[in-house]
């Protein structure tokens, strides 16, 4: 591969470069607003956690130690929202941006305005939905924030909800017009904008996740639209869609929810796959194995998602034949995932492996979030999911492959790209640290979560039976101690925006392949203004 | 239900895996790890099915797992500086591909055969139907062998007392509200085994007889969850969803459920206690139940102030507690220390109205308290917390 590389900032003389608060507050450039998704997902997921580390204090000990189960409510709500809206998709999002133009050789996104809108649309539906809980904590009369759980079931949301719901209603029409527009915009600049010889069979991993992760996006976030939608006309218009009472139906609710949720997951997991086939090759100094069958799992995978949703809802009264259907499809889900990561495993097989920062967290990855694969399996079998459902079991499940999974890819490809982001390698020590304290606790954390949901502690619950007191013990330490590992995290993250540390080359690690390696390290503002042409 | 096979294979590889691991019998045993067996066929065939795919998802993972660990300690650079040139290979490509699906059908069969017991209800000889509130259940008794019209009605609450659990560390909460602040500092009471779980009227069902349950909810959507009978059906306001048990006859004991769907503030306040007698003692019990119910409402008197206060405190404390609190601060519900609605003489019919009737978010109460209990609920609430008003309010005025 070649490239026309070495635009410097003296080049771009039909440009203005922009200043000051301007700089980020009008920027259409791919990489300023790149960076603000990522500091803007690195604050929620700071946020979140802080809700999270509210939620383990409270369950530390049996007894209604440090907060109102009504706050303990809310703080499993607003947490579950903000992580999976705030922190994970914005992140997504922001790496995409980073990366998708200097991946394909395009010069930005192809709808650079829009892409500012979609940017600065999320810090005021966030705004809105955390300032619900800051009336909640500090507001005369403590109004309840929304109480209801991440997924908002009706008629908990509906008839039952607290004034709030109208907030979150608002806030989460914001972020599905912020996330559509971003999709299309990946899409238009993926088919549209590849440089010359950059055939779609070409495009690294991450690009076409990323493609297959947008239309998954433009597919479902109009269907949770949809469902606001209808909860806010049971609320004030007299519509009766989740009420039973006016001939509606709760379990309907639940249907399109989860007809949204489910490809949900795999829009926050997609571009991890991504990420992951990125980084694993290069340390391993190998081809990617079976890139064809990555990207045809992936499409299984996107595919599939459509029509797995009910078993969420295993327990609300389906037919027979309904339950075997999902039971069936969430089985074979698990196929094409199964060869994504024994295409990891072929990957690092007979390579010439050297473990840095990126490599460390993708292995990680790959283990813990197969750790989290197989749990679903185990969920997948309908009979033995009625034991499992709604229970600790399910918590466990879902932080495997969302904060060992997601988070850590995320983690990887901070590691991994920040030399080309901010021109500078991030501290080793600081990394390593970062890494080996956050890799032991997000085990203690969520690993006996496996044993109190088995042993029958349900979800969502502030206060428990005494049976299940050692494990939140030791969970809650757990906790804590991921919570403060992250702050090692800001401050590798601030190091590098200072410019402070080793200066990064072009192509820092030498096994790496790709055009983002071939512009200088930092990217200039304006990179592949003349397309480079890929053999 | 299962081939000889299948079960003997579960069975050995059940036995390797609890062999260091405690599986308790008892709900209440602290830090068990593993899924429940527990008393039903059913639930025996759940249980082997978890442990069956435990087995295979921790092979599959340790497979997995080892080659990662090998592939990274021997394929490591300072041993092999220059790395294989392969990326493709048809025959592994299909091999892992077709090897799970394969072992996917292998697990499918058996959930299916247990999926479709599971969901056969019919030829129940007992039809309890059971309903969700914010934050209780009830229990209906419909039909049980040939009378169809039982009668019986109760509501079950959450036995253990608000001194136990509400336990703020900080004054105040670190979010003030609904806590009992005044506690700070108190002795911690002691919690007893069965806390959070024990109610004040379990669930009685017979044992070697099949029981239906009819589950449906008032208000928002609640789960039934009976781990030991292998249950949790949803309980959804406007539905009546299905599920039913047959407790074998020599597992008659107790045995606890929680709520399993978010409902609100004290989700994980509405236990579910069974108590599973012999079929004797069942029938007896069903008869003394019967008769309670035919003989209408105790509209007797109370002789004094303080047996009044006695039965109002404990009706307060499992009917009134969670929303109004142990000392009448409020919280989702009104407080009532010191206030108006409490002292002024001339409300005490409005008290009534409001119990009876219910007034926005706060429910009927005409179902779950009898005309003596609402009168003695009244009663403490207008002299505890400090109102000490001195009104007796009888029975009688509840019944007009």
Known sequence: MTAVAAHTDHHDDHHHAPHGLKRWLFSTNHKDIGTLYLWFSFAMFMVGGLMALVIRAELMYPGLQVVDPEFFNQMTTVHGLVMVFGAVMPATVGLANWMIPLMIGAPDMALPRMNNWSFWILPFAFTILISSVLMSAFGEGNPSAPNFGWTFYAPLSTKYGPASTDLFILSVHMMGISSIMGAINVIVTVLNMRAPGMTMMKMPLFVWTWLITAFLLVAVMPVLAGAVTMMLTDRHFGTSFFNAAGGGDPVLFQHIFWFFGHPEVYIMILPSFGIVSAIIPTFARKHLFGYASMVYATASIALLSFVVWAHHMFTVGMPLAGTLFFMYMTMLISVPTGVKVFNWVATMWRGSLTFELPMKWALAFVVLFTCGGLSGLMLAMTPVDFQYHDTYFVVAHFHYVLVSGAIFSIFAAAYYWLPKWSGVMPNKFLGELHFWNSLLSVNLLFFPMHFVGLAGMPRRYADYALQFADYNYWVSIGAFWFGLSQLIFVLVCVLCAMKKGEKAPAAPWEGAEGLEWTVPSPAPFHTFDTPPVVK | ?400
């Not at chain 2, 080659?67 to 300072?78: D, E, G, K, N, P």
């Open chain 2, 1 to 400: 239900m299962q081939s000889t096979l299948f079960r003997r294979v579960t069975a050995a590889l059940t036995l390797l895996l609890v062999s260091g691991v405690s599986v308790a019998s008892d709900w209440t045993e602290r830090s068990n790890v593993n899924l429940r067996p527990g008393v039903t066929n059913i639930s025996q065939d759940v249980f082997d099915l978890h442990m069956v795919i435990l087995w295979i998802v921790s092979l599959i993972g340790l497979l997995v797992f080892g080659l990662i660990m090998y592939s990274a300690v021997a394929h490591r650079r300072s041993k092999r500086p220059q790395a294989a040139d392969f990326h493709e290979n048809v025959f592994l490509e299909v091999f892992w591909t077709v090897v799970p699906f394969i072992i996917l059908i292998g697990m499918a069969v058996p959930a299916t055969r247990v999926l479709i017991a599971m969901d056969d209800s019919s030829d129940a000889e007992l039809t309890v139907k059971v309903t969700g509130y914010r934050w209780n259940w009830s229990y209906e008794y419909l039909a049980y062998q040939d009378d169809n019209d039982v009668g019986i009605f109760y509501f079950s609450n959450l036995k253990t007392p608000a001194e136990q659990y509400n336990r703020p560390i900080l004054k105040d909460g670190l979010f003030p509200y609904g806590t009992a602040a005044d506690r700070v500092g108190a002795e911690p009471t002691e919690k007893d085994s069965t806390y959070m779980l024990a109610v004040d009227k379990p669930l009685v069902i017979p044992a070697g007889v099949k029981v239906r349950f009819l589950v449906t909810a008032d208000d928002v959507i609640h789960s039934f969850y009976m781990p030991d009978f292998a249950i949790k059906k949803d309980a959804i306001p406007g539905f009546v969803n299905e599920a039913w048990t047959l407790v074998p006859e020599d597992a008659t004991g107790t045995y606890y459920g929680q709520c399993a769907e978010l409902c609100g503030k004290n989700h994980a306040f509405m236990p579910i206690e069974v108590r599973v007698l012999a079929k004797n003692e069942f029938d007896s019990w069903i008869a003394e139940e019967k008769e309670k119910a035919a003989s209408g409402p105790d509209l007797t008197p109370f002789s004094s102030l303080e047996s009044a206060m006695e039965l109002g405190q404990q009706k307060y404390a499992a009917a009134c507690v969670l929303c109004h609190g142990a000392e009448g601060q409020g919280g989702i519900g009104l407080p009532f220390a010191g206030t108006e609605l409490m002292t002024d003489p001339s409300r005490v019919q409005e008290n009534i109205d409001v119990l009876i009737k219910g007034r926005n978010a706060m429910p009927s109460f005409a179902a779950q308290l009898t005309p003596r209990e609402i009168a003695a609920v009244i009663t403490y609430q207008r002299n505890a917390f400090g109102n000490n008003t001195g009104d007796l309010v009888q029975p009688a005025d509840v019944a007009k």
